[in-house]
Structures are given as C-alpha cells and as structure tokens.
C-alpha cells in the first residue's frame, strides 16, 4: 500500500486518519469578517452570552452582510488554510439554510422547512473553496465537523475528548462538544488500523497475517471502549440542541423540499448528504480488509452507504480503491483456509466481534439519542433511521458464520460457546426489527431489548 495524502490528511501508520498536525483554531486576518462571523454564531458564545443562532432570523441578517471572499479564496494554496475555510463555509452554510428548522422544532418539537437559497456572498466563496479542495460543497466530517475541528485544550496531553475542543461549533454547549470530539478520540488509534492494514496488503509476507490481523482486532477493541464513553461524553436527551445543522440537504425532503440553490454558481438546485458518522473512515477500513464487504446485502440501502464512499477528502478515497483492489486480488478468508491457519482466523473472528460491537452500539445511539429524541425518520445523511444501521449489521453477522465453518476444523474452537453468544445477537436484531416495523412502536422497548439479551452498550 502506498500513502495517499492532500497535504492536510495522509493516510499512513503514523498519522492513521488524522490531519498531519494539529488544524488551524482561525482563519488568518484577510478573512476577519468571516472568523468574526462564526465566533459570534453558535447558541451559546465562549463567554456563555447567546450568540446570532439564539435568536430568530438573526444570524442570517449578519451572515447576507458578510464580504464576498471569492476571489481571496480562489488564490489560497496552504492546505491548512484551505481546510479553515471550508470549515468555517460549511458550518455558516448550514447555520444560514437550517437556523429556520431550528427555531421552528423549539416551537413545535419538529423541524421546519430549511431556507431554498443559498446567497451569493456565501455560495461563490464556498463552492470556490470545494473546488479547491475537490469535494461537495456542504458541511462534512473530515475537513469541517470532525476531524478538522478540533483544538487541544493541553497541547502536551493526548486526543481524550476531555482534552478537546471545536474549532467552529452550532450549539456552543458542552454535548455538541462531547458529541463530535469523541469521534476525534476514537480517531488517535486510526494510525495503528492502518499500519495493520499495510501489513496485510503486503505482498509475500504472509507471516505478517496473523500479527497484522492481531493487531487491527485490539485497535478495533480500543477503539471500541472510547466509543461508549459517548454516553457520557454526549447526554442523549441534548442531541437535538444541534442535530438539525448537521442535516443534508439530499433524502431530507421535509426540511429541503425542492434541494438548495447556490445563488451566483448554479442554476438548478443540488442536494448534498449531511454530516454523519458513517462520513468515518474506520469501520469502511475493517469491512473492505477483513471481507465483510462482500456481505453487503444487495439492496438500497447499501447503494446509500456505497454513495457515502463519496463525501469523503480525495486521498481518503483513493486508500479505499488501492485496499479493496488489494483484498480482491488476494482475499484474508480464503488465505486464511488455505493457509490453515486457525491462530489468523481467530484474531479475524475477534475483528468481526469488534465491528458487529461497533455497529450494534452505533444502532443503540440511534435507538437513544434519536428515535426516543424525535419522530423525524432520516438521519443528518438523508438515510432510513430505523433500517440503516440494521443493514450493515446483517452482513457483519453473515461473515461471521462463514468464518464459523472455517474454524469448525480446528481443534480448539469452541463452537458451543460462540453460537450461543451468535444466536443472542441475531436474536436481538430481528426483535428488533420486528418493533420498528410497527407504526407507533416505543423506542424505549427497542433499547431495553439490549439488555435483556446481554448487548447493552453501557
């Protein structure tokens, strides 16, 4: 495998997922009206005063007031810089087009209809720096919510969300803080997932196999521990204090009904996915290398996920061919059965456990901090909230099985015990899905199925 970078991101051993060093906390001083205006934007201000998106109507008379940068950014070439811009673009776009659905749910207790228009002022030099960038021109997880947001509170202390703080930011409040900074924290063990992954795409090396499949089991394992903190990272019942300025414009219908018009760029329309976590690149990584990729249930919903492989930097891409290319010309499974090697297939039984752990924790936050918080029945990336993450969850299950009768031939593994724990798990899921297939079903009987089959997440 080779490195694929954009100079603000390199996918490597060293840097994982992660931008090479830390981004920038402002813009620089040509863009002093635009830092102004996201320093004075979120609910609640540094200072604890309420900020433009506290009041009705008010951040979108500052923000029709802000200079028309198009042609300063046009002339930007600093990657860092760059990756400022877009942020602070996406986050004042989002602001501007959903402050409406905002103050509308604290009305009534559901999202209004998005502004249509995008204006000029902010449109041109938005689109102007996705360009640069080659991506959509809308509020993402790499360069603008997430990974491209964060600041060290300590710099000589590590990524603990604890230590983290945004950049740029809706709420201004303590649990949007929690909520995104997590998935940074999650992120400083990425390095370790791709130095794992170089050692299995490794040509004629095949006694790194079941070092390197040891290896992405216990990052996945750690990874896991820090994504259960979101509990208390993130209180479930605040998630709709800034939920709706990270939905997208595509699959949202009621909140964008004919789409958004970059006024001044283009004639018709577009309509781009929200920010969301399925934007990460972690999971994707430990599907394409372990195989669950090609479990994939065939259906629209994996065509939702696929197009998801878009909304990502170039390079985070182009590591995504290179991998899958590399699996497919020598798959792990059938590697492993060749090979015999039963210690290999272990430590990939273990990875599969930590995705399934993974997702079926992904599925109770959405059980929690969704389905109990709202009605509204489509993620901030446009997708179905009750079938998405039960889609992916299928085909972790199924390449479990397969690897099961692999491992059926060796002589230490304990089939008994793992179809026991194997069964509770689909168990779980169809119950599952047989209450959300009712109309009126209650979120709440959904959560406490987790614990009465032995898979809460907490």
């Known amino acids: ?68 940068y198009r042609e300063v950014v046009k002339g930007e070439s600093d990657p860092f810089v760059l990756a400022a811009l877009f942020r602070s673009y996406s986050f004042i776009a989002s602001a501007y087009t ?18 249509a228009v995008l204006p000029k002022n902010i449109a041109q030099a938005f689109v102007a720096v996705a360009e640069k960038l080659d991506v959509f021109p809308w509020l993402d997880y790499h360069y603008a919510y997430s990974l491209g947001n964060y600041q060290k509170r300590n710099k000589d202390e590590g990524f603990a969300w604890t230590n983290l703080s945004m950049a740029a930011k809706f709420s201004g409040m303590d649990d ?63 998630y709709n204090d800034f939920r709706v300025f990270i939905m997208g414009v595509k699959g949202n219908l009621d909140i964008f009904p004919n789409g958004l018009l970059y006024e001044g760029v283009w004639e018709e329309p577009r309509a781009y996915r929200g920010q969301t976590g399925a934007q990460d690149n972690i999971i994707p990584t430990a599907d394409i290398a372990s195989g669950v990729i090609h479990y994939y249930p065939e259906n629209q919903l994996t065509t939702y996920l696929m197009d998801l492989r878009q909304y990502r930097p170039k390079c985070v891409q182009q590591f995504f061919q290179a991998l899958t290319k590399a699996m497919e010309k020598n798959p792990l499974v059938e590697r492993l059965a060749a090979e015999n090697n039963f210690d290999g297939m272990e430590h990939l039984m273990q990875v599969y456990e930590e995705i399934y752990l993974f997702r079926n924790g992904h599925w109770q936050f959405v059980q929690k901090y969704i389905m109990q918080n709202t009605a509204y029945p489509r993620a901030t990336g446009g997708t179905p909230i009750t079938s998405w993450i039960p889609n992916q969850i299928k085909a972790v299950l199924k390449a479990m099985h397969v690897l099961a009768a692999a491992l059926a031939k060796s002589p230490r593994w304990d089939k008994t015990a793992w179809q026991e724990g194997f069964d509770r798990k689909v168990k779980l899921l169809n119950k599952q899905l047989a209450l959300v297939a009712i109309d009126a079903f209650d979120p709440e009987e959904i959560f406490k199925l987790n614990l009465s089959h032995g898979l809460q997440d907490y």
């Open 176 to 238: 949007e803080r929690g909520f995104i900074m997590l998935h940074v924290d999650i992120n400083q063990y990425s390095p370790d997932l791709v130095k794992a992954v170089f050692g299995l795409t490794a040509e004629g090396v095949d006694e790194h196999t079941t070092s390197s499949l040891q290896l992405m089991a216990a990052t996945l394992h750690k990874m896991n521990a820090r994504r259960k903190l979101m509990w208390e990272a993130s209180r479930w019942k605040h």
């Open 1 to 68: 495998m080779k490195i694929y970078t954009d100079g603000f991101f390199s996918v490597d051993p060293k840097h994982g997922f992660l931008p090479i060093k830390e981004p920038l906390a402002s813009l620089p001083e040509a863009y002093a009206a635009l830092q102004a205006l996201i320093d004075a934007m979120p609910i609640r201000k540094a200072d604890n005063s309420p900020g433009l998106l506290a009041e009705e109507r008010a951040f979108e008379k500052a923000a029709l007031a802000l200079p028309n």
């Open 98 to 115: 959903l402050a409406p659905a905002h103050h509308h749910y604290i009305k009534t207790g559901k999202y209004g209809q998005a502004h």
